[in-house]
Each structure stands twice: as C-alpha cells, then as structure tokens.
C-alpha cells in the first residue's frame, strides 16, 4: 500500500542540538509539506516543496531547515536556533485533490 | 489567499445524537473543500472532500458535508454518534489553481456515554 512514513513516532532532544526527522513517500506525489500543531492552535506550514531540488518557506520557517533531494524524500532538521521545538510535527503529500499525511512525529526538548 | 474560520473549538455531545461541525471559508476564486479527522498522536485522515460535482457529500463513518457557495460554508454533520467519533476535525480549503492548502484551527469533538 501506498503511504508517508514519518519517523521517528517519538524523538527527544536536549538543548542546542539539531535533530532530522525522516518523511518517505511512495505514492508519487510531487509535492511535499511540513507542518507544525501545537494544542489549539491548528497546523501551521513550516516548509513545501513542489518539486524535486527546490523548496519555499512557510508561515514559521525560522529555526528549521529542509532538503529535497529525492522525490520521495523530505526531511526537516529543526536546528538549535529554534527556540521552542516541542510540538507534533506532521509531513503531507499531495497531487491535485487533496493531501495525504503521515502519523507525525513527537518532539520535545529536554 | 483562502482562509478557513472553524466556528466551535470544542462540541461535546451524548452518544446517538446529531452533530454539527460548522466550517466557513474566505477565497476570491473556486475552491476545494476538505474535511480530516485526527486521533491522539495521529496524523490527518480525510474523512470527505468537495472538488465539484453534487453539494452533498458523503465521507467515511457516516459522516457527510454540504457545501453552500452562497454561505461559504462546508458544515460536516454526522445523524448519530458514537464514543469512537471522539476526535479532532480539521476543515481545510485549497484554491483550484494551486494546491495551496489551508487549514482551520479544529474542533474538538467529544463523545458522552
């Protein structure tokens, strides 16, 4: 079955350090989403990339950076510079008509 | 740029009655409409979408959505619930001419026995 694997389900990080988290799809989309939810507040767009070697910033693009390398790939490093990591990161795919998610993944600073 | 207003943060309701989930949208040009569930520690699973066609549309577990151009709404409804409706819903709208998604900040639906 076609789908996005997110991982790791959960990740801890201690200050200053930066941590990757993975986002795979095999469902061939070409465009790919990073986005961040924390309690209330809904789910806000980190990065997206439309193509292969190309990406654009989101609404709260600061402190995190990504690649695209592969089509099937698009990891997010949240690096040091972001000063307030914990929240439930989830990573989308689309083609035309709607999104696909994957199960997130749980950051917090310890 | 589109926008999605979620009118209730939170719905509790007792189980085996109706519900209303109430979506507004804001956009200058033809929309997609979407609705997704989320359960604790999930991602976004789509329960409905409205990409044109009939008004009316039915999605998985019994829920449905109408879409009121005039209203600029897409409130989803469900006749009866369960314990297991319990969750969170996420309206979502995305222009036809781009694949810009935006969602709005949910709604929290809780079940009671």
């Known amino acids: 079955d076609g789908g996005i694997t997110q991982s790791p389900k959960y990740l801890f990080r201690k200050e200053g350090q930066n941590v990757t988290l993975s986002c795979e799809q095999n469902?061939?989309?070409?465009?790919m989403y990073w986005y961040r939810q924390d309690p209330g507040q809904g789910l806000r767009l980190i990065y997206y990339s439309q193509i292969v070697n190309d990406f654009q910033k989101g609404d709260i693009a600061e402190g995190y950076s990504v690649s695209r390398e592969k089509k099937e790939s698009f990891p997010l490093t949240v690096t040091s510079a972001q000063k307030n990591p914990t929240a439930f990161y989830l990573c989308?795919?689309?083609?035309?008509?709607?999104?696909?998610f994957g199960s997130g993944t749980r950051l917090t600073v310890v | 740029a589109q926008s999605v207003t979620q009118l209730d943060s939170q719905v509790p309701v007792f189980e085996e009655a109706p519900v209303e989930l109430r979506c507004n949208y804001s956009?200058?040009?033809?929309?997609?409409l979407f609705w997704y569930v989320q359960y604790p520690n999930q991602g976004l699973q789509l329960l409905l979408k409205?990409?044109?066609?009939?008004?009316l549309v039915k999605g998985i577990n019994g829920f449905e959505a109408e879409f009121n151009k005039s209203q600029t709404s897409f409130h989803l409804r469900k006749p009866s619930v369960h314990i297991s409706d319990t969750a969170e819903y996420f309206c979502a709208v995305s222009e036809r001419r781009n694949n810009d998604m935006r969602f709005g900040a949910g709604t929290r639906l809780t079940v009671k026995p």
């Open positions: 409205y990409l044109s066609g009939s008004t």
């Open positions: 469902l061939n989309h070409d465009a």
């Open positions: 989308a795919s689309s083609r035309a008509g709607g999104y696909t």
């Open positions: 956009s200058s040009v033809s929309v997609y």
